[in-house]
C-alpha cells in the first residue's frame, strides 16, 4: 500500500490558477495508475486527470486545455504528482482527492482531501 499527501488548493477568484500536489510514499513501485478525481457537493465523484499504466495522461472533457497533469519520481521513496489549474471556473469548484492504484488491483488508495472554491 501508498500513503497519500495532498497538499495546496484553496480560494481563488475565476480564471485564476491553483496547483495540487499529492506525494505518494511507501510501496510506489507497486503503483499502476495516480491522479485527481473530484466531487462536489450533491454530486458524484468524477476523474480529472490521472497517468494511466502505460504512462500516458488521461483528462476529463471538461478540463482539457486548462489543467495539466505532471510528475516526479526521481526519489526512489516518493513519487509526486502535480495538477496545475488554470483558468479556473466556479463548476470547478470541488473537494480533490488524489488516487493511486496498485498493478496488482489488490488496493486503491486515497489521499484526504484538498478544497479548491472558484469564486465568480
Known amino acids: 500500500q501508498v500513503q497519500l499527501v495532498e497538499s495546496g488548493g484553496g480560494l481563488v477568484q475565476a480564471g485564476g490558477s491553483l496547483r495540487l500536489s499529492c506525494a505518494a510514499s511507501?510501496?510506489?513501485?507497486?503503483?499502476?495508475?495516480m491522479g485527481w478525481y473530484r466531487q462536489a457537493p450533491g454530486k458524484q465523484r468524477e476523474l480529472v486527470a490521472l497517468f494511466n499504466s502505460d504512462g500516458r495522461t488521461n483528462y476529463a472533457d471538461s478540463v482539457k486545455g486548462r489543467f495539466t497533469i505532471s510528475r516526479d519520481n526521481a526519489k526512489n521513496t516518493v513519487y509526486t504528482v502535480l495538477l496545475q489549474m488554470n483558468s479556473l471556473k466556479p463548476e470547478d469548484t470541488a473537494i480533490y482527492y488524489c488516487?493511486?492504484?496498485?498493478?496488482?488491483?489488490?488496493?486503491?488508495?486515497w489521499g484526504q482531501g484538498t478544497q479548491v472554491t472558484v469564486s465568480s
Open positions: 511507501g510501496s510506489i513501485i507497486s503503483i499502476a495508475t
Open positions: 488516487n493511486a492504484q496498485a498493478w496488482s488491483g489488490l488496493w486503491s488508495a
